[in-house]
């Protein structure tokens, strides 16, 4: 079973920095996409940023400018760097992977944005 692990979840103030970091045992020759969502008490579950296999990027409008992702393939990993943080980014975050076997979900790591 292909497993994610997240870590960099956290605790930070308004205008504060996390950095989340997601590691797969997936081969890397099978990934897709690899990206992060995440889901707040009584929402959906929605993108928050995206990278495919070929480097395109996607991110939601909400945090361009503030988030940014990216990967390091030799460690089979994908980051979210999360500058400028908002009490609204404040939710479970949720890694993702896409992949030619399948689509997997990390068990989620909490972001809270609080004073």
């Known amino acids: 079973q292909v497993q994610l692990v997240e870590s960099g979840g956290g605790l930070v103030q308004p205008g504060g920095s996390l950095r989340l970091s997601c590691a797969t045992s997936a081969s890397i020759w099978n990934i897709r996409e690899m990206g992060w969502y995440h889901q707040a008490p009584g929402k959906q579950r929605e993108l928050v940023a995206s990278?495919?296999?070929?480097?395109?990027?996607n991110y939601a409008d909400s945090v361009k400018g503030r988030l940014t992702i990216s990967r390091d393939n030799a460690e089979k990993s994908v980051y979210l760097q999360m500058n400028s943080l908002k009490p609204e980014d404040t939710a479970v975050y949720y890694c993702?992977?896409?992949?030619?076997?399948?689509?997997?979900w990390g068990q989620g790591t909490q972001v809270t944005v609080s004073s």
């Open positions: 990278i495919t296999h070929g480097g395109s990027t």
């Open positions: 993702h992977l896409g992949s030619i076997t399948g689509d997997y």
